[in-house]
């Protein structure tokens, strides 16, 4: 199946170390609507893996959550694309929960709504070195971006066969040359 998991905050839209809060402070990463749109066009199902524990912090709640992602669908629709499935951890770090990343929990949930028992070969794109760590846990390549946090993950040893890329369009423009 062509399936990939992606980071959201960082990879999607604009990070910020103060939380994405609200609709408005979620704004894309140049590129990276149009990139999603070409790969569901292609035949490829889009997933979202993201830790939200800002809903934990008391920063957002969940409904204000839901429309950052009515807006990034929305957004994905309008280029004739389709975002297929969103995940995401509420979770505060002391949680203990298994499915905040690097823990991988959310891409066991990835694996059952595809009726996949791992995700062997899937790419996984993300900024931060928990988003490659949750993904390789269920067998998913491993895929790094410079936007984001992106940068400063790059500072630190990444997981072999990590392939560095500057953004999300430069990733997927990589997907479908094949
Ligand atoms: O990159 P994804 O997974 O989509 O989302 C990351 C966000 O939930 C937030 O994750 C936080 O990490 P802590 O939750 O405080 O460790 C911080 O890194 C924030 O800057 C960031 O906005
Ligand atoms: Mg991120
Ligand atoms: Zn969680």
């Known amino acids: 199946m062509k399936l990939i998991v992606l980071d959201r905050d960082g990879v999607i839209n604009r990070d910020s170390d103060a939380f994405v809060k609200s609709v408005e402070e979620w704004i894309p990463i140049p590129g990276s609507i149009e990139a999603i749109a070409q790969l569901s066009k292609a035949g490829w199902k889009v997933a979202v893996a993201t830790n939200q524990s800002g809903i934990a912090r008391g920063l957002f709640n ?8 009515d807006k990034l669908r929305q957004l994905v629709n309008g280029q004739g694309g389709r975002v297929d499935l969103i995940v995401h951890c509420a979770h505060g770090p002391d949680d203990g929960c298994d499915c905040r990343k690097p823990s991988p929990g959310l891409f ?12 062997t070969g ?21 895929y790094l971006v410079k936007t984001g946090k992106g ?4 500072q630190k040893p990444l997981p072999e066969g990590t392939q560095v890329f500057s953004d999300l369009a430069a990733v997927v423009q990589h997907l479908l040359q094949d």
């Open 108 to 119: 066991r949930q990835i694996a059952q709504h595809y009726a996949m028992n791992d995700l």
């Open 151 to 154: 940068e400063r993950t790059l």
């Open 122 to 142: 899937i790419p996984v794109v993300g900024d931060s070195l928990r988003d490659l760590t949750a993904g390789l846990a269920l067998g998913c390549t491993p």
């Open 62 to 69: 969940g409904e204000t959550l839901e429309a950052m992602h």
